[in-house]
DNA sequence: TGTCGTTCTGCAACCGGTTGCAAACTAGCA
DNA sequence: TGCTAGTTTGCAACCGGTTGCAGAACGACA
C-alpha cells in the first residue's frame, strides 16, 4: 500500500479501464471491440465510443496469447551481398535470379495485403543449411505461417516446413503436386509476347538465351519462345537455343557462341535483363548495333533497365501483385486450410533495344 | 473427464511441462532459461539439458506480455512504386531519392543486428499525411521502437513520434539537436572522395550537381568537393554548381545548363546514380565522350551501375552497416534511454565513367 | 401466474510466461 | 547448540486479453 500508484487515473490502458469508465464487464468490453453478436447493438457502441474517445489500441500481445494466434506472418530473405551472393559466402543459395527490387515491391504488395486482413509482417533471415528458424518462429508462437521466395529457399528448407506441418506459400514455383500454396509468373505467356514482339518487328533469327535448363521457369519460356515462333511460321532452331546462369559471365559466353554459330542472328530474347545486358555489351563487342541489327528482350524489369543504353525492352511481373496474392494465399490458408495455385501475367515493356 | 486429452504426453509446449520433467516449479524453469543468478548453476544445465533435449522454444507471446516488451522493432517504409513515387501517388513523400537497393541492404543489416540482439523487424507500411500507426502500434505492444529512413518520412512523423516519446532512430538525418538517434552517411567524406578522385586523372574543370540545395546532405557533398578542390589549388568556379532534384529529367536539363555556360567542363560529380546517367546522356547528346572528355562521378552505387554504359565510378555508403547500426542505435537508446549519432564512412567505387 | 426460450451480461478460468516475497536449506561463526 | 547471512527454491499474483458456462432480464405463451 505504499507504491506510488501513479497510474494518472484517466490513460486508458486496458480493456479493464474502458470496463470501468462504460460499467460493464471486460468479457463484454472484449466482446464489444471484436464486434460478437453476444452484445447489444447498443452496449457495442457505447463502449466503442468510449473506446475511440479514449484513443484505446487494444494490447495485441495479450490478444495473442489467448486466441494462441499471432497474426503476424515472416517473409523469410537472406542476408544480401551488395555484390551478390558468392559461392563463398556462409548463405549462399545458388541460382540466385531475383531481380533486386523485385523482392521490395512483393514485399510492399505482402505488407499492404497482409495489413488489410488484420496480418503484419515480420522479415527474417534464414540460411541455406539451418532450419531451425522454422521451429523457432513457429513453436515460440512469433508467427503464424511464413512466405518463401524460390530463389531464397532451397529444397531443405521445403520439405522441412512440409514435415513439419507449416503454413507457408511459396514465390516462382508451380509444384501443384504439394502441400502449399505457391504463386508464380506465368513464364509462358512472358517468353510468347516477348518473342512475338521480337518477331512482330520482322526479326525471323530469334536466338534464346535461359537460364538454367533444369528450372521449370526456364522451360516454360522456352515453351512460350517455341509456340510465338510456330505461331508465326518460323521453325524453331533448336542450334539457337542455348541456357545458361543468370550472370553476366555466362550470358557473354552464350552470346559469343551464339553468334559464332550463327551470324545471321537478327533478334535475341534473354531470361534475365542481367543477361540481355550481358548480351548486348558482347553483341556491340563484336561490331552488331543494337537494335539496329540485332533486337534484344530481357525478362524481369529490374530499377535501371530503363537507363540502361539503349533502355531495355523487357517483360515484367507485377511484384506487388505478387505479394497481394502471396498474402491472400498465406491467409486462406491459415484460415481454411485450403492451398492453391495463381500465376500472374507478364507484361511486355517496350523501351529501345527492340 | 471425459475429454481426449490429445497431450501426447511427451510433447514439451510449455515451461511447466518442462518444470514437471525436471521436477522443479514453473519459476525455477523461467529462470534458468533466463540465466538467472537465483537458481543453482548445475539446477540451470539441467533444465537447459531438458529444454535442448525437447527442442523446446519459450512462447515468445506470453513473455512479452509478461515482461511488457515485444521485442520487435518496426521498419517504416511507404508503399513501393515500381516506377518512382509521384505528386499524384497517395503515398507521396517529396524528395525521394533512396537508391532502391540500398533499402534492401540496410534493411539486410537492420534485421542482423536486431536479431543478434534478440529482435525481430517487422516491415510497416505508412504515409505520408498518417500519423495514426504510431500509437496503433506502440500502444498495442506489437512493437518496441521504429526505424525510419529519411526519404521515406516527412517532419510530421518525426515531430507525432517525438511528442508521444517513441523510441526511434532515423537514416540519413543529422540533426544533432534532437531527441532520438540519427545515423547517416559521411556526405563530406563522400563529396570529397568522389571530386578528389576527378582531380587526381587531371580534371580540372569539375562541375557540381547536387540534390536539392535545401538539403543537409547536398550542402555536406558540396563541401567535401570545395574542400577537395582547394586542397587541389584549383579554386571553386561557383558557376560549375548547380542543384536540382534526384530525377533525369531534372540533370539533364543542368546538365545542358553547365554546358552552355562552360564548354570547359572535364568532369562532373553528380548526387546521385541516376542524375549521373542522365548527365551522361546528355553529354554524348551533345558530342562528348565519357570518360574521354568528360570524366563523371556518382553517389550511391545502386544495382546496375555497374551495368551501365560506361559502368559507373561512384561513392557508396555500405547499406548493412547502416542497417547494423541503425538497429544498435535503437536498442541501446531502448535500454538505456540514450541516444546517439553516428556516421558511416563513403567508399569510392572506381569503374570506368572516371 | 408459471414456464420456457431468447438475448444479454458477468464470473472466473484460462493462455504461458515473469517476478516479489517468503520459506527452506546450507554454511559460518560465536 | 543457537543465531545470522547467503543461497536456492516455490508460491502465487500478476501481464491483458478471450471464452465456456451460468444466470439475469425480458417477452411470449399456455
Redesign the interface.
Known sequence: MLQPVPMTADRV?TIADIARIAGVSKATVSRALNDSTLVSAETRERIREIARHH?F??????R??SRRQ?N?VA?A?Y??E?FGPSESSPGFIPGDKLP??F???V??GL??GL?ARGY??????IEARDTGWI??YL????VDGFVLMSANCTLKHLEALETRGAPFVVWGLDSTSHAYSTVSGDSYAGGRIATKHLLDSGRRRVAFIGGPDMEQEAQDRYRGYATALRAANVGVDESLVTYGWYS?ESAKLRMQELLERHSDIDAVFACSD?MA??AI?ELRARGRRVPEDVAVVGYD?????A???PPLTTV?Q???LAGRLLADSLIQQLQTGAVGHVSIPAELVVRESA
Chains 1, 2 share one sequence.
Open positions: 490502458k484513443g489500441e487494444m494490447n495485441a500481445t495479450a495473442s496469447l499471432s503476424v517473409l530473405t542476408p544480401y551488395p533486386d527490387t523482392v521490395l515491391e514485399m510492399s505488407a499492404a495489413h503484419d509482417l515480420l522479415v527474417i533471415q521451429s523457432r513453436d515460440s508462437g512469433r553476366t542481367v545486358i550481358a555489351e524489369d529490374v530499377a535501371l533497365a537507363h540502361t543504353d515484367r507485377a511484384g506487388p
